[in-house]
């Protein structure tokens, strides 16, 4: 009845063109949101060399025996492979660790805290992230750093793929996209600004512009519904909303035509039971998740630094920053073609992606690869792949998963790359010992 209401009385061009520019907003918000979100991520990883080189030339003596201790006796120089004393697999695992416990236990009591608190601690956070790095004077220092970005990129994650359950499913693409984007806008302005002769310290220092944006993006331009708890937590087991909010909402869902309204969505809390019973049916998209993302980062993490060419044009650490900008641009492509291309079968990208992991440490092991350029387009293969298995797995488990158990769902299957991340992480540990030992 009401929504006979709300289309009898009301003119076709309103709704239409409010629905136009209402999801024109909130993709857009939804495409600075990924940015910003994975920025401070993004942008360690990418310094990760650096971060353990400056830490290196400043501490000498300190970094002698890390040496001993770490490298088996080898200097970085003193290896075929050019390799720093520690792994950047340390900078990894700091950059996901945070992430994954909060992944692992936020999705079962977030909730509670409204989402505008949410935005501010991950901006509040990532500025943190890049003013403690810019300034270290010590790996920890550094190290900390890496871990106030990793958290600021946890909890923004989930938050924000739950966050999309109250917006038309098409703001799903703008996420993916915008998280795409951070990549290649990290990696690339990192390389780019030390390239041109910037210190690590300043170009770091420029990038606190990015959590101003996050903030900007989520207060002033996504068109929320009224149902969003924006200053309140979702505690409650019912959101009235009006007709008109209802009405829209119907008319920005996807072109399958499938409609959730908020009531829907918050009939009632899902109990502790319920929440475990939705976590077993994620197992089926968890897996081959973290699957992609194991092979991927033990790639970035644990192979990318021994892809060295002594002969080539570039140095071993522009090397490194030119894989990391090339993997993100595959990341941002396939983040993008949601709306283009949807692949169910995630396990077929998963057994590919292991491929170019088994491919990759041969190539370490032997160095049969003739140059750069061949490291070159297989890293901007594994980053399409990466980012097609992200989009695709979460725009499936909107589409598949009851509306009472979507905004948890989202959030809870995050744990899937962060998982692969950090096991890929610790198996990279003993693979650069073995190598810079030889």
Known sequence: ???????????????????????????????????????????????????????????????????????????????????????????????????LVIKLLAPFFIHKMPYGFRVLFCATMAAM??????????????????????????????????????????????????????????????????????????????????????LISYFFLLDPPASLPQWRSTETEYLPV???????????????????????????????????????????????????YFAEYFINQGLMELLYFPNFFLSHAEQYRWYQTLYQVGVLVSRSSLCCVKIRKLWTLSLLQVV????????????????AWVVFVIILYEGLLGGAAYVNTFYFISKETEDRQREFAMAAASVGDSLGIALAGLAAFPVHRYFCSL
Request: hydrophobic content about 45%; glycine content about 10%; charged content about 15%.
């Open 242 to 292: 009006s007709s008109e909010e209802r009405q829209r909402l119907m008319d920005e869902s996807d072109e399958e035509g499938e409609k959730s309204t908020p009531e829907d969505r918050h009939t009632g809390r899902l109990t502790f039971t319920e929440k475990l019973h939705v976590v077993k049916g994620l197992l089926k998209f968890i897996f081959p998740l973290g699957l992609v």
């Open 129 to 214: 992230s890049f003013l403690l790095v810019s300034f270290s004077s010590a790996v920890w220092m550094s190290i900390l750093g890496v871990i106030f970005a990793s958290s600021s990129s946890g909890l923004g994650e989930l938050s924000f793929l739950s966050l999309t359950v109250f917006f038309s499913r098409d703001v799903l693409a703008g996420w993916g996209s915008g998280t795409g984007g951070a990549g290649v806008a990290g990696a690339l302005l990192y390389s780019g600004l030390t390239q041109l002769g910037l210190s690590p310290r300043i170009t770091l220092l420029i990038m606190l512009v990015v959590p101003v944006a996050m």
């Open 1 to 99: 009845m009401e929504q006979t209401d709300s289309v009898t009385t009301d003119p076709v061009q309103r709704p239409d063109n409010h629905g136009r520019s209402a999801g024109w907003r909130n993709w857009s918000g939804f495409w600075l949101l990924g940015l910003c979100n994975n920025f401070a991520y993004v942008v360690m990883l990418s310094a990760a060399h650096d971060i353990l080189k400056k830490q290196e030339s400043e501490n000498a003596t300190v970094t002698a025996s890390v040496t001993l201790t770490v490298g088996g006796g080898n200097s970085s120089n003193s290896s075929r492979y050019d390799c720093n004393p520690v792994s950047t697999a340390a900078v990894l695992l700091a950059d996901i660790l945070p992430t």
């Open 356 to 371: 170019n992991a088994v491919l990759l440490l041969f190539a370490v092991k032997y160095q049969f690869l003739p140059s």
